[in-house]
DNA sequence: ACGGGATATGTACGCTCGTACATATCGCCA
DNA sequence: TGGCGATATGTACGAGCGTACATATCCCGT
C-alpha cells in the first residue's frame, strides 16, 4: 500500500503516542465500572480498548499503575465538574442548590459514578498511592468551597456532601431533596 | 482410638453443625479485609479457617452466598456497637460526644472496618442484594438515632457520620475532633 | 453390632489470568 | 534508498481459580 499523507503532520520525532495510551485508560475506567476492579483484567481493557494484548504490558509496566491512571483520570474529572458547578453558585443560596444538584443529579446521572468513586475508595483504604488520589481529590473540592466558607467549613461541608451522595445512592429509603437541603443549609448556619 | 465421651451431648438429632460454618465466615472477613473482595478466593478461605477446599462448596453453594453471608454479619456487627454507644447517651450533648467518638475511635481501631465497609459498598454499588444489606444496616443506625432526634433528622445526622468517618478516614488532612463535633452540633441545632 | 443414609472431603478438569519474550513492523537518517 | 534502532505485537507458559463429583467417614435406628 502507497504511504498515504500522514493525517497528522508530526512533530519533530514523534516517538510516541499517547492518543493510544489514553484509549487504554479510558476503556480501563469503562471495564472498572461495568464488573469492578475483581473484574478487570488486561485482556478485558485490551478488548474494549481495541488494541492486542501486549499492548498493556507496553504501555504500563503493571495493572496496579493502569488503575492508578485511570482513577487519577477519573478524580480530575469529578473535580472539574464539582468546580463548574459550585463556582457558578453567586452567594449561599445558590451554593446551597448547587451541592443539592451535585448530591442528587450525579446519581440519577448514572450509577457508573458511584461505582466508580466506591472502587477507589475501595483501593485507597488499603493502598498509599491510591489514598494520595482521595486526599488530592478532597483538597480540591475543599479549595472549591473556600470560595464561599472558611477552611473549616469546607472540611464540614465536604463530609456531608460525600455522607448524602452515599446515602441517597445506597439506601432505596426515599430521600428528598428538601432534606439534602436542609441538612445542607443547617451545617451551614451561624451557631445559635 | 476408643470413642471418648462426646465434650458437648447432641440434641435429638444434629444433622449439621453451625460452628464450622461460622468459622468459615469469620475467616471469609478476615481475608476480605487483608486482601480485599479481589484477593478473596475459596481457596485462601478455606486455609485461614482451616477447613478443606470441599469444605466451600458444600456450606455455600457459591462465592456470592459467602460473600453475602459474611457482609451481613459484619454489618450486624457494627451495627450493635452503633447502638450500643448510641444509647448510652443521655442527652443531646452526650450523643454528639458519643458520635464524636464513633467517627474518631473507630479508624483508630484498625483499617479493618473500613475496608470492609467500603468494600461492601462497592458491590452494594452493583448488585441489588448487597445493596439490602446497606439498607437494613442504614435503617437500624436511624431507627437508634430516633430515640433523640426525629425521622427526617436521623437521616441527615446518619449521612453526616458517614461522610466525616470517611473524610477522616481517607484523608491524611489532620481532622480534629473538635472539627467533628462543631459539625454535628451545627447540623443538630434548630434553623435559625 | 451393623447396615445405610447423611455428612464431609480430596482430587482433577477446564478456564482465565499476568507476564515474559521472540518476533514483526515502522520511521528516520545517512 | 537501504538499513537499523525504536516501537509494537503475538504467543506460550505456569500459576491460581471455581466447581463437580467420586469417595470416605460418621452416626443413628434397628
Redesign the pocket.
Known amino acids: 500500500m502507497p504511504?498515504a499523507a500522514?493525517p497528522e503532520p508530526?512533530v519533530?520525532?514523534?516517538?510516541?503516542?499517547p492518543e493510544?495510551r489514553n484509549r487504554i485508560i479510558d476503556a480501563a475506567l469503562a471495564v472498572i465500572a461495568e464488573g469492578g476492579v475483581a473484574?478487570?483484567?488486561?485482556?478485558?481493557v485490551a478488548e474494549r480498548a481495541g488494541?492486542?494484548?501486549?499492548?498493556?504490558?507496553?504501555?504500563f509496566?503493571?495493572?496496579d499503575e493502569l488503575l492508578h491512571e485511570a482513577f487519577s483520570r477519573f478524580a480530575l474529572r469529578i473535580s472539574e465538574r464539582f468546580a463548574e458547578r459550585i463556582s457558578a453558585a453567586t452567594d449561599l443560596d445558590s451554593l446551597v442548590s448547587a451541592i443539592v444538584n451535585i448530591v442528587h443529579d450525579d446519581l440519577a446521572a448514572g450509577q457508573d459514578e458511584l461505582v466508580l468513586t466506591l472502587e477507589l475508595y475501595t483501593l485507597a483504604a488499603r493502598q498509599r498511592a491510591f489514598r494520595q488520589i482521595t486526599h488530592d481529590w478532597m483538597r480540591r473540592s475543599r479549595a472549591v468551597l473556600e470560595r464561599f466558607v472558611d477552611a473549616r467549613m469546607a472540611h464540614e461541608l465536604d463530609a456531608l456532601i460525600e455522607g448524602l451522595f452515599i446515602h441517597v445512592s445506597l439506601d432505596p429509603a426515599p430521600r428528598s431533596r428538601d432534606l439534602t437541603r436542609d441538612a445542607v443549609r443547617r451545617l451551614l448556619s451561624r451557631s445559635p
Chains 1, 2 share one sequence.
Open positions: 504511504p500522514s508530526h519533530a520525532t514523534r516517538r510516541h503516542d493510544r473484574g478487570t483484567s488486561h485482556r478485558r488494541v492486542p494484548l501486549g499492548s498493556m504490558t507496553y504501555h509496566t503493571s495493572m
